[in-house]
């Protein structure tokens, strides 16, 4: 689920977004989602995620949800993407299981560890 951006996650996708074709994938519901684009309005001035991603996916407008294959699929599919060329980070093992299942590259984010240190861990 989405909780928070701090300010240097978000310079972080504006970084990537120049290098990579990012797109979001989340599991989560209406209630959540409006109420995390009000917070992300309140403290940095963006309505949404759209400014930071290609597309944004959230799992309560699809009819899909992680870890199920078909929204993995569906993603790549809908967006011409080479599952071999494709990474996917993500905080809950099962949704990397999924991910794996298609054919993506994928790598667990621990609770405890922030998506910066990864990123570099990566190389990206």
């Known amino acids: 689920m989405l909780l928070d951006f701090p300010l240097h996650r978000l310079q972080l996708l504006t970084s990537l977004k120049s290098k990579y074709r990012l797109f979001l994938l989340s599991n989560t519901n209406e209630t959540h989602i409006t109420e995390f684009e009000r917070s ?3 403290q940095h ?11 944004v996916y959230y799992s309560c ?3 899909m949800r ?3 294959t078909e929204i993995f699929r569906f993603v790549l599919q809908q967006n011409q993407l080479n599952p071999l060329e494709t990474l996917f980070i ?9 991910a794996l299942k298609t054919g993506i590259q ?3 984010l621990p609770k405890d560890k922030d998506v910066q240190d990864l990123i570099r861990e990566l190389h990206l």
């Open 61 to 63: 407008r699809m009819g």
């Open 90 to 98: 993500d905080d809950s093992p099962q949704h990397i299981e999924g």
């Open 40 to 42: 992300l309005h309140l």
């Open 66 to 68: 992680k870890p199920d």
């Open 45 to 55: 001035g963006y309505k949404n995620l759209e400014p930071f991603f290609e597309k």
């Open 106 to 108: 994928a790598h667990f």
